[in-house]
């Protein structure tokens, strides 16, 4: 059983560009958390997903950002006209349940770095 | 709002010995209290939890940590620490209220272990 997988695990974009972040949860596992780790800090959580909804986007930038986890496939951060403050490392967790006792597994992260 | 304060950004120490890393928490509502390890350029593993019953939790490789509810402290302890032990360390709570899997975290503390 493969881990949760992210791609790419490095991703440069110039200012204005949109950066595609893709997540793979573990084999049956429908509940994906993105969190944002921005250098010299812990990791903010911005979104949670369930397979074709989101469930709470409460630490999601209310522009350029955005996310999805289709019914199949991995799931998607996308982040349009990116800026130097977008550039960070970006972590995707899984879990098989939505409840606070179940243990999240996290994917190495991709790091964008917005030139 | 519920916070998370890992009170030492860096901790250096020797190798074979003990270390002590602090965490500490704000929240009216009970929490799940989680201690995450994360080494350079990897994603976060699972270290220990704590949700229900004794209040010392242990790992398999020799960390512990302690639930003090009056305190609202969970420290991180390992009596003799390796040079495999450096990485970055990072506190987390989940609200149970909130019955995701959403989580808190601190800033983190880099564990520095010297020959």
């Known amino acids: 059983n493969a881990g949760v997988m992210q791609n790419p695990r490095h991703l440069v974009r110039r200012r204005g560009q949109e950066a595609r972040l893709r997540c793979s949860p573990m084999?049956?596992?429908?509940?994906v958390y993105w969190y944002r780790q921005l250098p010299e800090e812990g990791l903010k959580f911005m979104v949670y997903l369930q397979k074709e909804n989101i469930i709470d986007e409460s630490g999601m930038p209310k522009e350029r950002f955005s996310a999805e986890f289709p019914k199949e496939g991995p799931s998607i951060l996308r982040i349009q006209q990116v800026v130097r403050g977008d550039s960070a490392a970006y972590f995707c967790a899984s879990s098989p349940r939505k409840t606070a006792d179940t243990e999240a597994f996290f994917g190495q992260g991709t790091r964008l770095t917005v030139v | 709002a519920q916070s998370v304060t890992q009170l030492d950004s860096q901790v250096p120490v020797f190798e074979e010995a003990p270390v002590e890393l602090r965490c500490n928490y704000s929240?009216?509502?009970?929490?799940?209290l989680f201690w995450y390890v994360q080494y350079p350029n990897q994603g976060l593993q699972l270290l220990l939890k704590y949700l229900s019953g004794s209040t010392l939790v242990e790992s398999i490789n020799g960390f512990e940590a302690e639930f003090n509810k009056s305190q609202t402290s969970f420290h991180l302890r390992k009596p003799s620490v390796h040079i495999s032990d450096t990485a970055e360390y990072f506190c987390a709570v989940n609200l149970g209220s909130s019955n995701t899997g959403k989580l808190i975290f601190g800033q983190g503390t880099t564990l520095q272990v010297k020959p």
């Open positions: 929240s009216s509502v009970s929490v799940y």
């Open positions: 084999k049956g596992h429908s509940h």
